[in-house]
């Protein structure tokens, strides 16, 4: 373990590379669709709670990343044999003390709760309890005796909390009722962040299974996690297109169009990752740009569906 002295201090630069921007699309997108599906349906958020509870999904999303950085260092998971970009391993290439990275990750997820509690007031306690729910497994997906994220449950949990609690928690904060088909229509969302996580743990098989890990794609081994994650984003792929269609009508086609676009040369070269180790990098940075592409083209239909109906009174 490195000496107190030599760490460096916890620049506003090295805390930005903590709460990993490049990541924050697997919260953003998921807020984003919940305002604009909440205004299209007439549930009464307003643009203020909007932008707050967008804000609060973000320090919640920094938190996390910050946390399993913390988590995954002080345990000798990570190292800089990894294949892991310098800017994404603040504790491993930048000297920082993993106290104040743990202190960090604190301030944004309490920044991110006093955000969303804010929000929620006038909305009863159903956004409260689904915001606790989630706060909870943010607590457990990297800390604790057996982390989720070491667990084969992890990419579901992920995608169901990060793509499902936090559009469903949105929803409750617009009239404090419990709006259960949002669920459905978050599954592109869902998917999308489950196989992030799914790109990272298919990366890391051969590491994880050295730490002890019981990660899905180590239980299953690297043949059966890219048959799995291939399936999923053909799987994704046809929800952002289908499902804005069934609620929107023909305006949900735009999610379609957008996708053919500007997304198909880069969910192809997806659909060829092999998951190796060697190409983790390009892994992690292609299943952000096809969260940007699919689950950014999905929002813009429901953004659209939002302003025609705004349009035609």
């Not at 630069?13 to 349906?41: E, G």
């Not at 960090?104 to 920044?111: F, T």
């Not at 048959?227 to 994704?236: A, D």
Request: glycine share 12%; charged share 10%; with cysteine.
């Amino acid at each position: 373990m490195r000496q107190s002295e030599h760490y460096r201090p916890l620049t506003p630069r090295l805390a930005l590379n903590l709460a990993a921007p490049h990541t924050w699309a697997a919260s953003v997108f998921p807020a984003l669709f919940a305002d604009f599906y909440c205004w299209q349906q007439g549930l009464g958020l307003t643009w203020f709670k909007g932008i707050m509870l967008l804000a609060a999904c973000i320090f919640l999303q920094s938190a996390v990343n910050t946390l399993n950085d913390y988590f995954d260092f002080i345990k000798g998971a990570d190292s800089a044999d990894d294949h892991v970009e310098v800017s994404d391993a603040v504790l491993i290439y930048g000297n920082v003390a993993p106290g104040s990275a743990l202190i960090l990750g604190i301030v944004y997820m309490a920044a991110g709760a006093v955000l969303g509690l804010a929000s929620c007031i006038g909305s009863g306690m159903v956004p409260i309890i689904i915001g606790i729910i989630g706060g909870v497994v943010i607590l457990i997906y990297s800390g604790g005796p057996i982390p989720v994220s070491y667990l084969p449950i992890g990419e579901i949990v992920s995608g169901f909390v990060m793509g499902g609690l936090i559009p469903l928690g949105i929803a409750g904060c617009a009239d404090g009722e419990i709006h259960w088909q949002i669920l459905l229509y978050s599954l592109p969302m869902i998917a999308g962040i489950a196989l992030i996580m799914m790109s990272n743990n298919g990366s890391d098989i051969e590491k994880d299974r050295k730490a002890g890990r019981r990660t899905l794609p180590t239980c299953i081994g690297r043949v059966r996690t890219l048959e799995l994650y291939r399936y999923l984003i053909v799987s994704w792929l046809t929800l952002a297109v289908v499902l804005p269609v069934t609620l929107l009508g023909p305006i949900g086609f735009v999610s379609g169009i957008l996708t053919v676009f500007l997304g198909g040369k880069i969910i192809r070269k997806q659909l060829a990752c092999t998951l190796e180790p060697e190409e983790r990098i390009a892994a992690m940075k292609g299943i952000a740009m096809t969260n940007i592409v699919l689950n950014g083209a999905y929002t813009a239909a429901f953004a659209a569906g939002f302003i025609l109906e705004v349009l035609h009174g």
